[in-house]
């Protein structure tokens, strides 16, 4: 089992910059990649990218790029997405995942919110 606890999420205006993290506990090791999804209100949950846990390769949504970075602390077992030139469309609940393989994400976070004022 794979633990995860996100943190970081709030009230930003659009424009800003806000960083998530998530913390991994219990047998991370397992753990082939983690990744973020988000959901908005009304809307279904929506990949935003994901990093490989050992080699760092990141991939994104296309709608993504160039606004959000995905990376990873090893030695802390935290994974992070910094959020730049945030627009009130990118409010929702950001939830982190990680999966043993490329199959389906096992294990979920509880979600911390994100609100973009404009």
């Known amino acids: 089992q794979v633990q995860l606890v996100e943190s970081g999420g709030g009230l930003v205006q659009a424009g800003g910059s806000l960083r998530l993290s998530c913390a991994a506990s219990g047998r991370t090791s397992s753990a082939y990649a983690m990744g973020w999804w988000r959901q908005a209100p009304g809307k279904e949950r929506e990949f935003v990218g994901q990093?490989?846990?050992?080699?760092?390769?990141?991939a994104y949504a296309d709608s993504m790029k160039g606004r959000f970075t995905i990376s990873r602390d090893s030695a802390k077992n935290t994974l992070y997405l910094q959020m730049s030139s945030v627009k009130p469309e990118d409010t929702a609940i950001y939830y982190c995942?990680?999966?043993?393989?490329?199959?389906?994400?096992?294990?979920w976070g509880q979600g911390t919110q994100v609100t973009v004022s404009s």
């Open positions: 990093i490989v846990w050992s080699g760092g390769s990141t």
């Open positions: 995942a990680a999966t043993r393989g490329t199959g389906p994400w096992e294990y």
